[in-house]
């Protein structure tokens, strides 16, 4: 018989939490650096890596294709893709996750042709590549989806040329990225137009540039790739990570007290500073660092939020904030402007009590005074960190599931919370219901 152990965070919540949050470097960054390393011809050596589970399977998918890995510290590792072999990267290990795309970009930029898998990620309905799709072929590559979801992508005839000018029909952060990756080593040049801006394009593009690649403009949605003929190696610091950051803040202005949340770029978190303000939460900000403070005998007042891309209101944090709706005086709004299905929480979060009516990209929140105590379920990355945002605010035990998804971008989230003074543990436990199913 075997028996299959879950994981789960025991959470007692409230009380107002009191100290310092150092920031990670950008997940969303990352799962994209890694991948270009495969452009390159040299020993990479990345600092402020996120040690967390998204970042473990791209090295690990590297490291199958042949790439050298060497870890320095949790944080800082170099790769060397010089002797990687051209192979489709392991089917699974890439369905697992959405990022592991940016290997067609890359692959296509140092192979001229590519097999990956159809990307995994979290579920907020249909993730459509057909914007990376579009930019590929604009560079001479033909595209198919092969029985099974196995992308073929192949320079059919001659070499991989610039694109000229792509058009992106909607602001995709993927396709941006994807389409730069092969752009820095096509012969010509490419400019993506209506190209998404937020900090970990501009990261990426900083990235390839300080190994040799021209690209200009990232960070406006207009990109000029110039086709280079190699990369080499260096040494280059990941950005601090946005969301990381923006999540602490909201759990500071959710539970009350005053946190320092160190080692991020202020300029990123001016769309969840202004909505944090406009609740009452007093956020001031430091050259490297925000401190967060609210009483906690003071209640939160209603906003309305609209998702929208980069300088817009991150997507990202949109669960997050939904803890704070739950809890304020009156009735809020978010409108989720990116996805078509990213309210699967709501269902957990009434479990706990809250007044929230959804309607497709729509949810209507009705303040409660407080939450109850219930199990609750991490249903995708960000909502999991919501559900322990909803825990930490809530007097009594929650207990949260499935953190696997919260594990795949938050590095040390309980240590970091309990050096707030929250009271969150791991806890490992046999799953009684698959007891004697298998084996
Ligand atoms: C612009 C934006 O906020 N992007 C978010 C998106 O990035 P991610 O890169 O995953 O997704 P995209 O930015 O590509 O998608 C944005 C929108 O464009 C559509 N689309 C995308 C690609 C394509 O080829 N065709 C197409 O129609 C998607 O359905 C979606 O509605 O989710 C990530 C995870 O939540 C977030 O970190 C990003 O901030
Ligand atoms: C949803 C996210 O990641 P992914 O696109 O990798 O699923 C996220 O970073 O919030």
């Not at 960070?219 to 610091?237: M, R």
């Not at 809890?327 to 996805?339: K, R």
């Amino acid at each position: 018989m075997v028996i299959v152990t879950l994981e789960k965070y025991v959470i007692e919540g409230g009380k107002p939490l009191y100290g310092d949050i150092q920031i990670s470097g950008a997940k969303n960054a990352a799962v994209a650096i890694l991948p270009a390393t495969v452009l390159i011809e040299g020993v990479c050596r990345i600092e402020n890596i996120p040690n967390i589970l998204d970042v473990k399977k791209i090295v690990d998918i590297l490291y199958q294709m042949g790439a050298q890995v060497r870890l320095i510290n949790k944080n800082t590792i170099e790769i060397d893709t010089t002797n990687i072999k051209n192979m489709a990267p392991p089917y699974d290990m890439v369905r697992s996750m959405r990022a592991s795309y940016y290997l067609l970009g890359a692959m296509l930029g140092r192979f001229h042709e590519a097999q990956v898998a159809m990307p995994g990620g979290c579920n907020f309905g249909v993730r459509p590549i057909d914007q990376h799709i579009k930019g590929f072929e604009a560079m001479g590559v033909s595209v198919s989806v092969e029985p099974g979801g196995l992308i073929d992508a192949r320079v059919a005839e001659g070499t991989l040329h610039g694109g000229g000018s792509i058009y992106l029909d909607v602001v995709s952060v993927g396709a941006t990225m994807n389409i730069m990756l092969a752009a820095a080593r096509a012969e010509g040049t490419t400019i993506i137009e209506n190209a998404a801006k937020e900090p970990h394009i501009v990261d990426l593009a900083n990235f390839l540039n300080s190994m040799g690649a021209d690209v200009k403009g990232a960070g406006t949605d207009s990109i000029k790739i110039n086709g280079v003929k190699a990369l080499h190696g260096g040494t280059y610091s990941i950005i601090p990570d946005q969301i990381e950051a923006g999540t602490y803040m909201a759990l500071a202005a959710a539970t009350g007290g005053e946190v320092s949340i160190n080692n991020i770029i202020p300029k990123h978190m001016e769309s969840i500073t202004a909505k944090l303000i406009e609740m009452g939460v007093e956020v001031e900000e430091g050259d490297d660092s925000i401190v967060v403070r609210r009483d906690p005998a003071k209640r939160l007042e209603r906003v309305n939020i609209k998702t929208m891309p980069y300088p817009g209101f991150p997507t990202d944090m949109q669960p997050q904030m939904a803890i704070l709706l739950t809890l304020a005086d009156g009735i809020g709004i978010i409108t989720e402007g990116v996805w078509d299905n990213r309210f699967r929480y709501v269902d957990e979060l009434k479990r706990m009590g809250a007044n929230i009516q959804v309607d497709g990209k729509i949810a209507v929140f009705e303040g409660v005074d407080h939450l109850i105590p219930a199990p609750v379920k991490a249903c995708d990355l960000r909502a999991g960190a919501a559900m322990v945002i909803a825990g930490l605010v809530t007097k009594g035990r929650t207990e949260v599931e499935d953190i696997f998804h919260i594990e795949r971008g938050y590095e040390e989230i309980v240590e970091k919370l309990r050096g707030v003074g929250a009271d969150i543990r791991k806890i490992t436990v046999n799953d009684p219901s698959v007891i004697g199913k298998i084996g």
